[in-house]
């Protein structure tokens, strides 16, 4: 009559030592009182062996969760419900202090997962058992029988079969018929009776508590080392991380000297980024510029570049768009532009005009020579028609300080003009004036600046410039690359994405 009871979902419990079993009946011996369980859980995790043998000695406590009914095909078991684990309400054997039977009403509380039964399932059955009964031959069986003539019994076994309805009871068919259906969903949702609801409560703790959180993840470390994979980090591994500005595929290293100039240089300079720009001689200066002129980068080009490009350095200091937009016209900046009779004054006269096109109040003074440059002369001519103020006498120059005074009196060639009075005069008042002084393409000895500049702009690529030229800018005045190397410099553009770039002292 054992082999009745193959296939039935049990759940054995085997005291502290060994722990608690769930599985599939696979065999019952009763000769040598044992039984076997197929694809079986420990404390709720799955075994690694496909079945696991039980003595009766060993088996301190016996719940049966899910009996098959007849003509029940699935002798091996849901998978399903065997790896979710949801047991039923079953009976529970053990012995009572005096020797006697004792009833069971509900089953005792233990550390073996239980779950809500539905109200299909069984209804706890009186079971009297004794205890000279518990490991007898016929212990099983007797077991087993009084489930089998239990009422809870045959009305599981109905809610297991496929004919678990009532016979009288018609089946909607699938035609369209709402209130067929409602009536159905209503029948299996409130049709029970009530006092078949479960007076148990579900032991939250006890299931927790059969979760081994160590050996769960021994077995996927174990797993993810056998292939090779890896499903999180480690504590110890910390990705790496890159900035908005950092490119995260591998490269060529960066070389950073990429400008080699034919002569030892006086005095390098680094970019923001680190580039190398060596310092070139006035003579390979001045070299340079008449082969780029000899190949079309004619004086009017470059006065147009250097005036733009001073330009917007001279907006940025004055404050940028923070100053220069429609909103802030009570703040327009005062620019004073100081500019001699040479090459040099051609430059500062295209970056006022430039600067007056933008807004700002350029106040430019040139003094009264009775032959002009040529370059002078169209510069003015342009100048002439904004909105800039030119001045010839230092008294027509203001008296409050200035939002920035840009300095092109001094040349390379023409040292003879600081000993005129006008010079002297006008280096006074910007020494007096108090605004910062931007200087573009100062020359190199420092006995030839009278005023102290704040910021030099150098052209193309920058000459030795001492302290008093103040922090050194580069501006890109269109140089093609091969003209460089026909002056003998191998030449690498620092510039990037801009036109001016600040320098440093290395």
């Known amino acids: 009559m054992a082999t009745d009871w193959l296939g039935s979902i049990v759940s054995i419990n085997c005291g502290e030592s060994l722990g608690v079993y769930q599985g599939r009946v696979s065999a019952v011996d009763q000769v040598s009182q044992t039984i076997s369980l197929t694809r079986p859980f420990h404390n709720g995790v799955k075994c690694l062996v496909p079945e696991v043998t039980f003595r009766a000695g060993d088996i301190t406590e016996l719940k049966i969760l899910e009996i098959p009914g007849p003509g029940d095909s699935r002798q091996c078991g849901d998978s399903q419900q065997m790896e979710t684990g949801i047991p039923g309400v079953g009976c529970q054997v053990g012995p009572s202090q005096n020797g006697t039977g004792k009833v069971l009403k509900k089953p005792l509380s233990s550390s073996a997962p239980q779950n809500i039964p539905r109200r299909t399932d069984m209804k706890n059955q009186d079971i009297i058992i004794s205890p000279q009964q518990q490991c007898s031959k016929s212990y099983m069986d007797r077991h087993m029988e009084t489930l089998t003539q239990s009422k809870g019994f045959r009305r599981r076994h109905n809610s297991w079969s496929s004919s678990s309805r009532h016979p009288n009871q018609v089946t909607p068919k699938k035609s369209g018929l709402k209130n067929g259906q409602m009536k159905s969903k209503d029948d299996e949702c409130f049709g029970d009776d009530i006092d078949e609801i479960p007076d148990t409560d579900f032991d939250f703790e ?79 200066h001045k070299k340079l510029l008449s082969v780029a002129e000899k190949h079309g980068l004619t004086l009017e080009r470059r006065l147009e570049m250097t005036g733009v490009c001073a330009s917007q350095m001279a907006l940025s200091l004055l404050g940028g768009p923070n100053r220069l937009n429609p909103k802030n016209v009570h703040q327009r900046p005062t620019v004073a532009l100081l500019c001699g009779p040479h090459v040099k004054g051609a430059q500062g006269i295209s970056c006022g005009r430039h600067l007056s096109n933008h807004d700002v109040h350029v106040i430019l003074f040139l003094p009264n020579f009775v032959k002009m440059l040529e370059s002078i002369t169209n510069e003015l001519n342009l100048f002439s028609k904004t909105q800039g103020q030119q001045v010839s006498s230092v008294k027509d120059l203001p008296d409050t300080p200035v939002d920035l005074v840009i300095n092109c009196l001094d040349c390379h060639e023409n040292a003879f003009l600081r000993d005129q009075p006008w010079y002297k005069a006008v280096v006074d008042w910007a020494n007096q004036n108090r605004a910062p002084v931007l200087s573009i393409d100062p020359p190199i000895s420092e006995m030839e600046l009278g005023i102290d500049a704040k910021w030099s702009l150098a052209l193309g690529l920058p000459l030795p410039l001492g302290e008093r030229a103040g922090r050194v800018y580069l501006c890109d005045i269109g140089i093609p690359q091969k003209v460089f190397q026909e002056v003998g410099i191998n030449y690498h553009s620092p510039f990037g994405c801009k036109f001016v770039i600040p320098l440093h002292s290395t």
């Open 206 to 284: 006890g299931n927790l508590a059969l979760f081994d959180k160590a050996a769960v993840f021994e077995e996927i470390e174990t797993y993810e080392r056998r292939s090779g994979t890896r499903s999180r980090g480690t504590p110890n591994e910390k990705p790496a991380r890159y900035r908005h500005d950092e490119n995260i595929l591998e490269s060529e290293p960066i070389v950073y000297r990429r400008i080699v100039v034919p002569q030892n240089p006086n005095k390098e300079f680094c970019t923001d980024s680190g580039l190398v720009v060596p310092s070139v001689s006035y003579e390979l």
